[in-house]
């Protein structure tokens, strides 16, 4: 019989060489330090800039921070009892900007699908036009709603409509880029088989990619429906309708309607902070099955 061992020798084993490892440790420091070096320049530098071109300059003005919101809460303290009630003035306001957002989610998320699925290797309908549905969704979020909406209301004139075009072709951007990562994740064994059923593009999206998609693109749409709240609050600032005009106007008066400035930022807030739990809960269940 043949005596075989295995493994290493008994005894000490001998170290590794540690040169290369700490070579390679020294560069990564000295990466990190040179990396740290250029972000406080560009910090340094970005902010002299910004203190030149500040009217009133930032560092004089610190202590003066405050002013304001203490004038603002101050006023509204003293007429706390008529906020529940301006609150619920501008309800019919809140609900329009809700509208605008929940219209404007579901354009761009039924969009952004089609083009998410037209621009996902692998799944695209036209494979050579690939880059070009790329291009499209890059730039539909590279440009701001607030720039859109001011575009649209020189041309169609203030309303909520500018809003919620601006909005839904941010949405369809964002939630393109979004959607055609977690398609390009799918299986595709399902789209093979249907493939050899002679199934059409359609089909083969509908009941092969959908189905496995669905709660993830369904919790994407929930996420960015709170982001749309808010945009579409914002854009009310430019003459787009809703509860941001409201404010608009308040913020303009000045002193003695701070208590409207407060009852509608507390509207906000309760909203915001809502939906925010409801649409948590929808996309748990949605993800988790829970």
Known sequence: ???????????????????????????????????????????????????????????????????????????????RAAIPGRMWEYLPSLLETINIAAVSTLLGVLAASVLSLLATRGLARWPRLTPLFRRLLDAFRAVPEIVVALVLIYILGPGPVPAMIAISLHTAGAMGKLFSEVAENTDLKPVEGLTSTGASWGQKMWLGIIPQVAPNWLSYALLRFEVNVRASAILGFVGSGGIGYELKVAMQWGGGKYDQVVAIFLLLFLTIMLIDQCSDRLRHRLVKGA
């Open 1 to 79: 019989m043949v005596d075989v061992s295995f493994g290493p020798e008994p005894g000490p084993r001998p170290a590794p060489p540690a040169g290369p490892y700490l070579a390679m440790q020294r560069r990564k420091r000295v990466y990190g330090l040179v990396l740290l070096v250029l972000f406080v320049a560009l910090l340094a530098s970005g902010f002299q800039v910004a203190e030149n071109r500040n009217a009133g300059g930032f560092l004089n003005g610190l202590a003066q921070l405050d002013d304001f919101p203490a004038e603002v809460l101050s006023e509204a303290w003293a007429k």
